[in-house]
């Protein structure tokens, strides 16, 4: 049985910085695709970055040049914003055809943690 599990949550002001880690426990395949979503109060869950099994990155544009995933499953989080508060998920699936083009919908993965709260104030 496959676990991801988050860390390094917390609350910041704008502009600071946070890294979220994702420990992943069973077994959970080399090649397998990595991402990290968020849920915002009132809104729904959307897709942050993604990371192949050939180390390709991919991001959604509100975090292009602030956010970096990395091949440890951590997602780096500079000059955050309030905007960027949100519940932030690791997630775990399959690196099938069409990944790359579509790795923020959610059909791709098997296995999720249960979140880290992120809060940005101004």
């Known amino acids: 049985q496959v676990q991801l599990v988050e860390s390094g949550g917390g609350s910041v002001q704008s502009g600071g910085s946070l890294r979220l880690s994702c420990v992943a426990s069973?077994?959970?395949?080399?090649?397998?695709?990595m991402a990290w979503f968020r849920r915002a109060p009132g809104k729904e869950r959307e897709g942050v970055a993604a990371i192949d099994s050939d180390g390709s990155t991919s991001y959604v544009d509100s975090v292009k040049g602030r956010f970096t995933i990395s091949e440890d499953n951590s997602l780096q989080m500079n000059s955050l914003k309030p905007d960027d508060t949100a519940v932030y998920y690791c997630?775990?699936?399959?690196?099938?055809?069409?990944?790359?083009?579509?790795?923020?919908?959610?059909?791709?993965?098997?296995?999720w943690g249960h979140g880290t709260q992120v809060t940005v104030s101004s």
């Open positions: 069973g077994n959970i395949r080399r090649s397998s695709c």
């Open positions: 997630a775990a699936g399959r690196c099938e055809a069409g990944y790359s083009r579509d790795w923020w919908k959610e059909y791709f993965y098997d296995y």
